[in-house]
C-alpha cells in the first residue's frame, strides 16, 4: 500500500509540474491517418515528456495539433500551432524522394520531422518566457537549439537530427528554392539550414558521422567552421540554460 501512495504521489507531482499541454484537434478525412501516426509515436510522447522534466515556466503552453496553421509559436496566446497537413506534407516529400521505401520508414522520418519542429518551437518559448539573450536570429538560434536537445539529451537524437536536416534537403528542392521573399524571410534558407544540422552533426562525433565528408564533398575549412559552431551552441545553450535554474 506505501509503495502504491508513493508511485501515485510522484506521479501526481509529475503531472501537477508539466506544462507543455497537447491538445489534438479532429483531423480532416486525409488527416486520420497522420493523426493516427502522430498520437500513437512514442517518440514524440517522449519528446514532451523531455521538455516537461526539464523546463518549468510560469504559464502552461499549449501544444495544439490540427488546424491549417504552419508550425510556429504564438507568445500572445501561449500555444504552439502544429497542423496535421504540415506532417502530411514531410510524408509526401519522402515518398517523392524515396518511391521504394517501405512505410515504416516514411513513418519513422514523419516523426522525426515533427520531433525537429516541436524543439524548434519550444526554443522560442524559452527565449521569450526566459527572456534569453539572442545574439543574431532567432530563428537560427531555434535551429541550433533543436541540435543541442537531439544531440545531448535523447538516446535517438542524433538520428531524429539527420532526418531533420534532411527534410531541410528536401525543401530545398522545391521549384523556386531562392525566391525573394526566401531571402527576406527570418528562416535561412532550406539547404543552409541543411548544411548547418549537417555541421553540428558531424562535429558531435566525428569518427560516426566521418562518412558525410565524402558524401557532401565538405572541404577542410567547412569542418573546421563545424567544430567551432559545434563548440559555440552546446556552451552557449548549456550556460543560458544553467543561469535560468540558479
Known sequence: MRFFIIVLFSAFSLAAQANLNLKWLAPEPENQAIKQLLESSEVLQTSIDLINNNW?????????????????????????????????????????????????????????????????????????????????????AADSFASYVLITMMEDGPRLLKDGADLFYLESLDPEPFASVMLSDSHSLPIQRFYMSLCHLYASDEKAYQYLITEHDFDEEWVNTCFMDYDIIISSWQVLLAQEET
Not at 65 to 94: C, V
Request: proline share 5%.
Open 56 to 140: 518549468q515556466l510560469e504559464d502552461d503552453i499549449l501544444l495544439r495539433i490540427g488546424g491549417e496553421e504552419d508550425p510556429y509559436h504564438d507568445p500572445e496566446t501561449s500555444t504552439i500551432y502544429f497542423s496535421y497537413y504540415f506532417a502530411d506534407e514531410i510524408a509526401q516529400r519522402f515518398i517523392a524522394a524515396n518511391p521504394n521505401a517501405d512505410l515504416a520508414a516514411q513513418q519513422s522520418f514523419v516523426i522525426s520531422g515533427v520531433v525537429h519542429t516541436l524543439f524548434h518551437e519550444y526554443a522560442h518559448v524559452l527565449v521569450d518566457y526566459l527572456n534569453l539573450p539572442v545574439l543574431g536570429r532567432e530563428e537560427d
